[in-house]
């Protein structure tokens, strides 16, 4: 996620050889009818998917390093490529997420940069109106039929496609049931856990914080891309309702890293995150078990549902062949590692899904609220990121007004929205 802070790793490429068959289908049908000689079909020859290309991704920025469970199921995935395209060869480079989007879009715009990156659609629409992304349109309609609707519709602006779907993903309530016989329901019951002395942790945010607001009656923009936070006190009352679950003892951060290795360590029982992290989480709490983010006073939590994919840079040499590539990334076989070893909801409609784990964050999916890929959304992160870190600072101090922080935050993004 956009906003999360994510540690920064650099790992050595790993080189795959493949080469490949595409498929070809006959263009004339044998004739057969009365009288008819057959004509036998032309033999059409595949083209091979041969040469070398560089991905990037940062699946080692999910809280497990180079171990990490998503890092684990591309290898797997590298390994199947290797096997079945002998003769192509794929440089992976693993980018802290932190820095993925900047870095990719200061060497694309040079000239350079990989052929392809997978990541979530944070900065699809911002992408891909400054002319950062390839344009996949008419180029990968096989895939895109094999995808779920929701997975292909995030994976579009204005009626274009610019990513090839490989999940989706979203904010869910993980907690240990080992230790939490009665998960909480509401943010009333949240509330009052914490009072007796459970342990929650919350990433705060805009980002983590995106399904706050719709529990408590708020909403961020109206139909017009116009800031709708002040419209009523839902905005100002769910950040105020994290601020009160970190004075009653709840750990309350920023920082991704701090409230994840908190969980990863048990230090904490009740956390909120996406489903990048079920893989690592299921190895260190026996205990794992998903639910809905609670529901509060006005309503279901609505917390922010994305799309992961991958990107053609169009600035690359290979456009053909990364196109070619990252459609066999996603491939039934392929995703099934994601889905079994790494945890992903898979776009991939043929990929089966057992795990009930994996069921919670679907249910999470289809209750969420689709990315915004409109001009407007790309400054509601700085000005309610703002918000949220003079509302409740890392620090311990008191921070300040949420009422008048939440209006600074309207005024700047409608004012940066020209709105």
């Not at 950062?132 to 995030?154: H, N, Q, R």
């Not at 905005?235 to 105020?240: G, P, Q, S, T």
């Not at 409109?374 to 311990?396: S, V």
Request: proline share 6%; glycine share 12%; hydrophobic share 45%.
């Amino acid at each position: 996620m956009k906003i999360q802070s994510r540690l920064a790793a650099l790992l050595a490429g790993v080189a795959i050889v493949a080469a490949a068959c595409g498929t070809g289908t006959a263009t004339n049908a044998p004739s057969t009818g009365p009288g008819a000689t057959a004509t036998p079909a032309p033999v059409v020859t595949p083209m091979p998917i041969a040469g070398k290309i560089v991905i990037w991704h940062s699946y080692g920025s999910s809280g497990g390093g180079a171990d990490s469970a998503e890092v684990q199921a591309l290898n797997k995935i590298l390994a199947a490529m290797k096997v079945k395209f002998p003769d192509l060869t794929i440089e992976s480079i693993n980018v802290a997420f932190s820095a993925l989007y900047k870095d990719f879009e200061a060497e694309s715009g040079a000239g350079g940069g990989p052929d392809m990156f997978i990541a979530p659609n944070d900065n699809l629409g911002a992408e891909s109106r400054d002319g950062y992304l390839a344009d996949l349109t008419g180029l990968i309609d096989d895939t895109l039929a094999a995808s779920s609707p929701v997975s292909g519709s995030g994976s579009m602006v204005a009626g274009k496609v610019y990513m090839v779907p490989e999940s989706l993903k979203a904010v869910a309530m993980y907690y240990d049931s080992k230790k939490v016989a009665t998960p909480p329901a509401t943010m009333a019951d949240l509330l009052a856990y914490v009072k007796a002395g459970g342990k929650v942790g919350v990433i705060d945010g805009a980002y983590f914080g995106w399904g706050f607001y719709s529990a408590f009656g708020g909403s961020i923009f109206d139909a017009n891309g116009k800031c709708a936070a002040t419209a009523t006190k839902g905005v100002a009352d769910a950040i105020d309702f994290v601020k009160q679950l970190k004075a009653a003892g709840a750990m309350v951060d920023s920082n991704y890293g701090n409230i994840n290795n908190a969980f990863i360590s048990g230090k904490i029982d009740i956390m909120f995150n996406g489903n990048w992290a079920l893989g690592d989480y299921k190895k260190a709490r026996p205990g794992l078990a998903v639910g809905p983010m609670p529901a509060g006073p006005s309503g279901v939590a609505k917390t922010m549902a994305g799309v992961d994919g991958w990107y053609i840079n169009p600035s690359g040499k290979h456009i053909d062949l990364a196109i070619a590539v990252a459609k066999e990334m996603v491939a039934v076989a392929n995703e099934q590692f994601m889905v079994d070893i790494a945890g992903h909801v898979p776009a991939n409609t043929a990929a089966v899904v057992t795990d009930p784990l994996v069921k919670g964050f679907a249910a999470a999916i289809l209750a969420g609220d689709p990315r915004p890929q409109t001009p407007e959304f790309n400054n509601y992160w700085g000005a309610f990121g703002d918000a949220w870190t003079k509302a409740i600072p890392d620090d311990g101090s008191a921070g300040g007004d949420i009422t008048a922080l939440v209006a600074g935050a309207c005024t700047a993004m409608d004012t940066a929205n020209k709105k």
